[in-house]
């Protein structure tokens, strides 16, 4: 017996090669404090898996961040994309993650972004929120944008009056055959009459003063929009995805609490994305 992963493994396990996706659940935006940042979208990692069948591996979809809540981690095997982080308010900056959520609007002092997260083993998983930098001098009150993959959220100074709080861009993958992005950050709020769109990827649109925000896109892992007034509710996150490619000679077993989508083969391959909770997959 030989030990792969942890797990014991037969001598029927057999060798193979599988692509894999992993995308976080987006932050949420702001909580009941008003002026908020947009939710940062979930961490964004790709990787080329060697793995072995008649072996259970462990996935998980993380979940969107409900209102004022980071989004949850999505796991598969060894590869683990960290949710994104939850939009900051009038008293709160905004917290760290795969992306890390946009500032609120103190209206009399700096607030900031939180942090992307940058593990040193492997590329950047997303970037940082939006910072608000205009201080006791900042009469416009506009909130920074969500932290997306493929970019920071919008960072607010008082030059930026008149121009949306918008999230951070997501990240392209072809690996379903084709091009989609994921992982946008949320728009941040701002009191002027127009919204603030979210970053491509699934990042939900900021809400101008009185208005509804909108929430991330599921299985993207987008960042909640963020929301002006206390009288409304900030965006929640969208859920995350993990999505698997691999040789079509193969037969995948997705057992638990998962639930899957195997699409009919092309170009050599099977592609299976796995839409909510955990449980293990394997291969025959």
Do not use: E, H
Request: hydrophobic share 25%.
């Amino acid at each position: 017996m030989v030990q792969i992963l942890g797990v014991s493994a037969g001598t029927g396990a057999l060798p193979i090669t599988v692509d894999v996706l992993v995308v976080g659940g987006g932050g949420g935006g702001c909580a009941s404090q008003q002026r908020g940042g947009g939710g940062g979208a979930g961490g964004f990692r790709t990787a080329t898996l060697s793995l072995f069948t008649n072996i259970p591996y462990t996935g998980t979809v993380g979940a969107g961040g409900a209102v004022g809540s980071n989004g949850s981690d999505s796991v598969f095997a060894t590869i683990t994309s960290t949710g994104g982080g939850k939009g900051g308010n009038s008293t709160v900056d905004g917290s760290a993650g795969g992306s890390g959520g946009g500032a609120g609007n103190s209206g009399s002092a700096d607030r900031f972004g939180g942090a992307g997260n940058t593990p040193s083993t492997s590329p950047s998983q997303g970037n940082r929120g939006g910072n608000n930098t205009g201080g006791a001098n900042y009469v416009p009150y506009q909130s920074g944008g969500g932290g997306g993959a493929g970019g920071q959220g919008k960072d607010m100074t008082a030059i930026t009056y008149g121009t949306q709080a918008t999230g951070g861009n997501g990240t392209a993958s072809s690996i379903t055959g084709t091009s989609v992005t994921y992982a946008g950050g949320g728009g941040g709020s701002q009191a002027q009459s127009f919204t603030s769109a979210g970053g491509t990827g699934g990042g939900g649109t900021g809400a101008s003063q009185n208005g509804n925000p909108t929430a991330g896109t599921a299985n993207l892992g987008g960042g909640g929009g963020g929301v002006w007034d206390a009288s409304s509710t900030a965006g929640s996150g969208g859920s995350g995805v993990v999505i698997l490619k691999y040789p079509d000679t193969l037969n995948i077993s997705v057992s638990g609490g998962l639930s899957s989508s195997t699409p009919a083969a092309s170009g050599g391959f099977k592609r299976t994305t796995l839409l909510s909770g955990t449980g293990t997959v394997s291969w025959t």
